[in-house]
């Protein structure tokens, strides 16, 4: 084993350097009758291994403690409908706070940091944001399909345009572009009321005296977008305005969003209820469809079953150096519109117990294993020939399958509609370059 493996790597090695002299151009099938589409100075090509594929939906993805937060409502002609929204709590930023002897709230301000957006950038939102009811813990793990109990009171229920380019001056001082509305000041007065208090004595106090806010969009019917909001930024925080009798101008009291804080996004999808027929029939099990076109989307929304049910075949071939083994999936321009496909989507491996590992290629990096999308080609390529060695290796392929998964789908709202094996061109495929084995 150890000879076989040492001449694979120098068979690697000899193929990256004659690999300039060959070139390969057939369509092969795999099976009893498999037969290499070149043979020159050893080195073979596989153009297309047919892949089995097809839709299912993602399960739940752990959302809290993400470097950004999503919210909004969009309609995706392909997808459907999509809302996100943000449970987070605050924080006190000095301790025995006391507003003073007769404070007189003035308004109460919700501002919060861009980091970029999906969808339409000029859609009107219609915004909520409610108190949060239930405890919930920093040292919690919190899902994407997760919920909490609410105060009925709506303290927001605004329509919201996003500005991503003008300053905000507030007072004297111009900050960037940011998302601010007002909030009704009943929550302001529930502060003033505190003041002096054991509530606002601490932050121990504080979290169950005030746990947060989810801050959420009304489902829109078409177009829509999703805001990136950075919720740790010196820019995002809940800012108390008020004054007391006599005072000429008000003063700020901040509670910020630190570090530390129990936050989570919540995703819906509205059980794909408006998608493209072809998406809600292979979310419903019909897996031959996928056979056409197939769907990924973040937001805990689908993923791609992928098997290779032909490869064992080659074993048909003898002992063979797999030097190149690419899945190839290329995207429908005619579904991208104004809906990026995502930057970069992973591959993991089914394993028999039904939990998922990264496949051995991803160790060896980006460069090598791949998964980014090409704006040029409309495309995406993975490497995972020490997926497909390995298999032959082993004299056998237990293939329970791959996930193909949007990367960093907590924060990111990107979809992709992939062409299927049976397309007419550009078709979803494994290519393989070996050198047989004397």
Same mark, same amino acid.
């Given at each position: 084993?150890?000879?076989?493996?040492?001449?694979?790597?120098?068979?690697?090695?000899?193929?990256?350097?004659?690999?300039?002299?060959?070139?390969?151009?057939?369509?092969? +099938?795999?099976?009893?009758?498999?037969?290499?589409?070149?043979?020159?100075?050893?080195?073979?090509?596989?153009?297309?291994?047919?892949?089995?594929?097809?839709?299912?939906?993602?399960?739940?993805?752990?959302?809290?403690?993400?470097?950004? /937060?999503?919210? $909004?409502?969009?309609?995706?002609?392909?997808?459907?409908?999509?809302?996100?929204?943000?449970?987070?709590?605050?924080?006190?930023?000095?301790?025995?706070?006391?507003?003073?002897?007769?404070?007189?709230?003035?308004?109460?301000?919700?501002?919060?940091?861009?980091?970029?957006?999906?969808?339409?950038?000029?859609?009107?939102?219609?915004?909520?944001?409610?108190?949060?009811?239930?405890?919930?813990?920093?040292?919690?793990?919190?899902?994407?399909?997760?919920?909490?109990?609410?105060?009925?009171?709506?303290?927001?229920?605004?329509?919201?345009?996003?500005?991503?380019?003008?300053?905000?001056?507030?007072?004297?001082?111009?900050?960037?572009?940011?998302?601010?509305?007002?909030?009704?000041?009943?929550?302001?007065?529930?502060?003033? /009321?505190?003041?002096?208090?054991?509530?606002?004595?601490?932050?121990?106090?504080?979290?169950?005296?005030?746990?947060?806010?989810?801050?959420?969009?009304?489902?829109?019917?078409?177009?829509?977008?999703?805001?990136?909001?950075?919720?740790?930024?010196?820019?995002?925080?809940?800012?108390?305005?008020?004054? /007391?009798?006599?005072?000429?101008?008000?003063?700020?009291?901040?509670?910020?969003?630190?570090?530390?804080?129990?936050?989570?996004?919540?995703?819906?999808?509205?059980?794909?209820?408006?998608?493209?027929?072809?998406?809600?029939?292979?979310?419903?099990?019909?897996?031959?469809?996928?056979?056409?076109?197939?769907?990924?989307?973040?937001?805990?929304?689908?993923?791609?079953?992928?098997?290779?049910?032909?490869?064992?075949?080659?074993?048909?071939? $003898?002992?063979?150096?797999?030097?190149?083994? +690419?899945?190839?999936?290329?995207?429908?321009?005619?579904?991208?519109?104004?809906?990026?496909?995502?930057?970069?989507?992973?591959?993991?491996?089914?394993?028999?117990?039904?939990?998922?590992?990264?496949?051995?290629?991803?160790?060896?990096?980006?460069?090598?294993? $791949?998964?980014?999308?090409?704006?040029?080609?409309?495309?995406?390529?993975?490497?995972?020939?020490?997926?497909?060695?390995?298999?032959?290796?082993?004299?056998?392929? +237990?293939?329970?399958?791959?996930?193909?998964?949007?990367?960093?789908?907590?924060?990111?709202?990107?979809?992709?509609?992939?062409?299927? /094996?049976?397309?007419?061109?550009?078709?979803?495929?494994?290519?393989?370059?070996?050198?047989?084995?004397?």
């Amino acid at each position: 084993m150890k000879n076989f493996r040492t001449k694979a790597r120098l068979t690697l090695f000899l193929f990256l350097s004659i690999s300039f002299f060959t070139s390969c151009n057939k369509n092969e +099938e795999l099976g009893e009758n498999i037969q290499p589409s070149d043979d020159r100075m050893g080195v073979s090509f596989i153009q297309s291994i047919p892949v089995t594929a097809y839709t299912v939906y993602e399960d739940s993805i752990k959302s809290d403690e993400t470097t950004y /937060n999503l919210l $909004g409502s969009y309609c995706d002609p392909v997808f459907g409908q999509t809302n996100a929204g943000i449970y987070t709590q605050f924080k006190l930023t000095t301790t025995a706070v006391d507003f003073g002897d007769s404070p007189i709230c003035d308004s109460v301000v919700l501002s919060m940091a861009y980091a970029g957006v999906y969808g339409d950038s000029a859609a009107t939102m219609r915004i909520n944001v409610n108190e949060i009811a239930d405890d919930f813990y920093y040292d919690n793990y919190y899902y994407s399909n997760d919920k909490l109990g609410t105060y009925k009171t709506n303290l927001a229920n605004i329509d919201f345009v996003p500005n991503f380019t003008d300053s905000i001056q507030v007072g004297t001082t111009k900050y960037p572009a940011h998302f601010r509305i007002k909030l009704k000041k009943t929550l302001g007065q529930k502060f003033i /009321n505190a003041s002096g208090t054991s509530d606002l004595n601490d932050n121990t106090n504080f979290l169950k005296f005030f746990k947060g806010l989810y801050i959420s969009a009304n489902t829109v019917s078409s177009g829509g977008a999703i805001l990136y909001l950075n919720l740790l930024s010196s820019l995002t925080k809940l800012s108390l305005y008020y004054h /007391n009798v006599g005072d000429t101008a008000s003063t700020t009291y901040n509670f910020i969003i630190s570090d530390d804080c129990a936050r989570f996004t919540a995703f819906d999808h509205k059980k794909f209820a408006n998608a493209t027929p072809v998406l809600k029939q292979q979310l419903a099990g019909d897996t031959v469809l996928g056979d056409s076109i197939l769907f990924v989307q973040a937001m805990a929304g689908t993923k791609i079953k992928l098997k290779f049910p032909d490869v064992i075949g080659l074993n048909a071939l $003898g002992k063979i150096a797999i030097n190149k083994a +690419e899945l190839v999936m290329k995207v429908d321009e005619n579904s991208i519109g104004d809906y990026t496909p995502p930057e970069k989507l992973i591959l993991s491996k089914i394993n028999a117990n039904g939990t998922v590992s990264f496949l051995a290629d991803y160790a060896y990096g980006d460069a090598y294993y $791949g998964g980014y999308y090409s704006s040029t080609t409309k495309e995406y390529r993975f490497n995972i020939s020490k997926h497909i060695q390995d298999a032959l290796l082993n004299g056998s392929f +237990e293939d329970q399958g791959l996930y193909l998964v949007v990367s960093g789908a907590a924060v990111k709202s990107n979809r992709a509609v992939i062409k299927g /094996n049976k397309s007419s061109q550009d078709n979803l495929r494994l290519e393989i370059i070996y050198t047989k084995i004397d």
